[in-house]
C-alpha cells in the first residue's frame, strides 16, 4: 500500500449513490488510509452524513488491493493524534504547506475487509476481515 501514493476513493452520496475519485493517500502500520480535501469535496460531505468508504488500490499489472472501511475526520492539531498527518506526510512531503488552504481536511479510513489478487502470478488472492462493525 505505501508504493502506491495514489488510490481511488469511494464515499456513498445523499442519494445513496457511489461517488469515487483519484486522491492521494498515507498509509499507518495499522493499514489506515489517510488523504486530504477540501471541506467543499463531495466525498468530505458524504463522509460527514455516512463514514463508510472504499478504496482500491492497482499496478499496472493484473495487481488490485480492495479495501473497505469506516472514516473518521483527523485532527492537525491535536498532538494526540499526530501519526495520522505524519503517515501522510511521508507520502506526501508537500502536505504541511496544503495546511494553509481554506477548508483543508484530513480523513483516515480504518480496516474492515481488504482482498489482493494478483492475477500476473494467479489467481492469486488473500482476504483478510477486521474485528469491528461498521462505525
Known sequence: MRGHPLAVVATIAADGGPQAALVGVGVTDDLEVIFDTVSTSRKHANLLADPRAAVTFSDPGEQTLQFEGAAAPVSTTDPSGAAWP????????????????????????????????????????????????WA
Open 86 to 133: 505524519e503517515a501522510y506526510y511521508r507520502a506526501w512531503p508537500d502536505g504541511p504547506a496544503r495546511l494553509a488552504w481554506p477548508g483543508l481536511v484530513y480523513w483516515r479510513i480504518m480496516p474492515r475487509w481488504l482482498r489482493y489478487s494478483d492475477y500476473d502470478r494467479g489467481p492469486l488472492i488473500f482476504e483478510r476481515r477486521f474485528d469491528g462493525s
